[in-house]
Nanobody
Framework: QVQLVESGGGLVQPGGSLRLSCAAHGTAFRFNTMAWYRQAPGKQRELVAHIFRYGSASYADSVKGRFTISRDNAKDTMYLQMNSLKPEDTAVYYC????????WGQGTQVTVSS
């Protein structure tokens, strides 16, 4: 069954860290460029980072130097290591192909607050 399952979110203080996971079983994961997106309340969903099949990656300017995207093709899983978190990183985080051709999962909530 094709599905995206995001996990690892939570409440963290500014400056803290979280590691998100995206399980993408049944999606031909290893053949696709994958991406993390986020949607803050009242805002449109935005691209955070994406990673090509063999590991090269690209980041939004707002997270560059703080977030690291990675993938394990053997496990059909993608990760997002988030360090030095800021209140403006608060959002629901989603994963999908860069082409956004998979059905969206439920996402995982990240809240950065003191």
């Amino acid at each position: 069954q094709v599905q995206l399952v995001e996990s690892g979110g939570g409440l963290v203080q500014p400056g803290g860290s979280l590691r998100l996971s995206c399980a993408a079983h049944g999606t031909a994961f290893r053949f696709n460029t994958m991406a993390w997106y986020r949607q803050a309340p009242g805002k449109q969903r935005e691209l955070v980072a994406h990673i090509f099949r063999y590991g090269s990656a690209s980041y939004a300017d707002s997270v560059k130097g703080r977030f690291t995207i990675s993938r394990d093709n053997a496990k059909d899983t993608m990760y997002l290591q988030m360090n030095s978190l800021k209140p403006e990183d608060t959002a629901v985080y989603y994963c999908n192909r860069l082409t956004q051709t998979l059905i969206w999962g439920q996402g995982t909530q990240v809240t950065v607050s003191s």
